[in-house]
């Protein structure tokens, strides 16, 4: 089957003619169900010839290490070079994959495979040991370089919500420009990427976190400029901050005040005299994902003055984790008002399949609907994913921003 059509019953499975017809995983659909298939090509042959074990599958909210479940391999068709795994996924269902060849049988403990609640521990440590080796789908051109630095590849089922944008990715834009950001009170230097569109001095503003994935792993630019000509998007200024390395975002994202008082003092003035913006607070969005979520919304409730619209995707509001089941220290401040989103434009979004992530969002959606600030929710069918981020992260734009289209 190629996506729901059926490979002709007369070609062998293995054979040259056959493998001309997988692209990547194969689905049919069933009702609101797909089931699905995704396949490995041993470039080593059959069990005869190749050294090959295991074929891991990590698929992004279904396998991977924030589920409690059972790691699972593609299996072998005997006497082929043909490996494959089956589920079955709803058909609205968007995420990223990756596959782990291994020539071991024993990556993971053995204890995991028996029982009915694995051991999380032990589970996390395998895929720990695994992901540096993880690649992307061969057979698959809708591959890039993931979040956690290895290869992922896309599978978007036939109800999986639009993606404003990115649905034309080579839409003609002008260049970003790239500058070096040298922090006094951070005592660090970062690269900044500056994408304008339009020319007006009173452009709105947005602060996009974790900027070298959206500058370098899943380019924004076209999206964007597809956007603002089609008068979806007012004409901005867009800046992308670098997060440097995984220590310095671990200790700057997550509600780090030094950080956001560097970016209004140092950095903000700086981006103005090369791409001047509005500086009023509801024309300036801060955008992030999972830490940077966290710090779009801290970022919002402590500067209302200057950060006027909030978006939030799978934002880690758990943290610091210290055994609250309500969440972290952003919805304690809200449930005794220390903290207060009047004012703010906020775009809420998490996956259902990451689990700790999506309820403490639902505990931050709770005390958000107590005021009466524009709030948008979205719950996605996926996990803790960049490519049901994209989507997310265009819809916010639209949304937040749609009073100055209007205009």
């Given at each position: 089957m190629k996506h729901g059509v059926n490979v002709t019953d007369t070609t062998a499975t293995g054979s040259?003619?056959?493998?001309?017809?997988?692209?990547?995983?194969?689905?049919?659909?069933?009702?609101?169900?797909?089931?699905?298939?995704?396949?490995?090509?041993?470039?080593?042959?059959?069990?005869?010839?190749?050294?090959?074990?295991?074929?891991?599958?990590?698929?992004?909210?279904?396998?991977?290490?924030?589920?409690?479940?059972?790691?699972?391999?593609?299996?072998?068709?005997?006497?082929?070079?043909?490996?494959?795994?089956?589920?079955?996924?709803?058909?609205?269902?968007?995420?990223?994959?990756?596959?782990m060849p291994s020539e071991r049988e024993d990556d993971f403990a053995p204890s995991l495979f028996h029982g009915i609640t694995p051991d999380m521990s032990l589970l996390r440590e395998g895929w720990r040991r695994l992901l540096p080796n993880a690649v992307a789908d061969p057979l698959n051109q809708q591959s890039w370089l993931g979040g956690r630095g290895h290869a992922v590849s896309a599978l978007s089922l036939p109800d999986a919500p639009v993606q404003p944008g990115w649905d034309l990715p080579n839409v003609p834009h002008s260049p970003p420009l790239c500058i070096q950001w040298h922090s006094k009170r951070l005592g660090n230097t970062r690269r900044i990427w500056i994408y304008a569109t339009g020319e007006s001095e009173e452009r709105p503003l947005a602060l996009l976190l974790d900027g070298q994935f959206w500058a370098e792993s899943l380019p924004v630019w076209s999206p964007l400029a597809h956007l603002t000509d089609q008068g979806q998007l007012p004409p901005a200024v867009y800046v992308l901050i670098d997060a440097i390395d995984t220590a310095h975002r671990s200790a700057e994202l997550p509600c780090n005040t030094d950080f956001w008082l560097a970016l209004q003092e140092e950095l903000l003035p700086q981006i103005h005299r090369i791409a001047p913006f509005s500086d009023r607070p509801e024309h300036t969005l801060v955008a992030g994902q999972s830490f940077g979520g966290l710090a779009a919304m801290f970022a919002g409730l402590n500067w209302p003055q200057r950060f006027g619209c909030v978006l939030s995707q799978s934002g880690s509001y758990w943290w610091p984790s210290r055994g609250n089941r309500h969440g972290g220290v952003i919805i304690d401040k809200l449930s005794r008002g220390e903290l207060s989103p009047q004012g703010l434009r906020i775009w809420l979004e998490a996956g259902c399949r990451e689990p700790l992530i999506f309820r403490a969002n639902q505990a931050l959606l709770q005390q958000l609907q107590h005021s009466q600030q524009p709030l948008f929710w979205r719950q996605v069918d996926g996990g803790h994913d960049a490519l049901c981020w994209r989507g997310g992260l265009t819809a916010g734009l639209m949304a937040l921003w749609q009073p100055l289209v209007q205009a």
């Open positions: 040259a003619a056959w493998w001309e017809g997988i692209d990547g995983p194969q689905w049919q659909r069933h009702g609101e169900v797909c089931h699905v298939t995704f396949y490995w090509r041993d470039a080593a042959g059959t069990e005869q010839t190749s050294p090959l074990k295991r074929v891991w599958i990590y698929i992004t909210g279904v396998t991977d290490h924030h589920q409690n479940s059972v790691p699972q391999t593609l299996s072998r068709l005997p006497g082929t070079d043909v490996w494959q795994w089956s589920t079955s996924l709803p058909a609205s269902w968007r995420g990223s994959y990756c596959f």
